[in-house]
């Protein structure tokens, strides 16, 4: 069966298109050529870092779709990188990426939530 094309349109005007541009501040944890990680603003967990590509993708799909290798490669080691800063490989972690309305992706710029720091209990809220 043949794939159904996907397009996407990528809002500049979005918070992280803005962190990423400088004009707002962020608490960086570490930055790569292709990828920045700074402390979310309303942590859920004792650990709440938010990962994403310096690249205007809109999500996940859109991510894996569009980005060339070097980024997708560079993304996920810089996500290793965090779980490493942060301390959270010993007691562990959870990464989670929100998409579109089911999903309540508040903010149109692909991002990995990385949550620790405290035991996180079931994976959905029932
Ligand atoms: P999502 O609902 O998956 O799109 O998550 C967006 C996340 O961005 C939320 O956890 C917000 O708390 C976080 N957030 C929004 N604005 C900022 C900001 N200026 N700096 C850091 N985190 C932010």
């Not at 990188?81 to 992706?105: K, L, M, P, T, Y």
Request: charged residues 20%; aromatic residues 8%.
């Amino acid at each position: 069966m043949a794939e159904k094309a996907r397009f996407w349109t990528y809002d500049p005007t979005n918070i992280f298109a803005r962190i990423l541009r400088g004009e707002i501040p962020n608490k960086t944890v570490i930055e790569t050529s292709h990828t920045l990680a700074f402390h979310d603003i309303h942590p859920q967990a004792p650990v709440h870092v938010l990962v994403i590509p310096k690249g205007p993708y809109v999500d996940f799909a859109h991510f894996a779709a569009e980005a060339p290798a070097e980024e997708i490669v560079d993304f996920h080691r810089a996500c290793a990188r965090v779980c490493e800063a942060v301390a959270v490989n010993e007691d562990g972690f959870r990464i989670i990426s929100n998409s579109g309305s089911h999903g309540h992706q508040d903010v149109p710029h692909f991002h990995l939530h990385i949550l620790g720091g405290r035991p996180l209990g079931p994976m959905l809220a029932r």
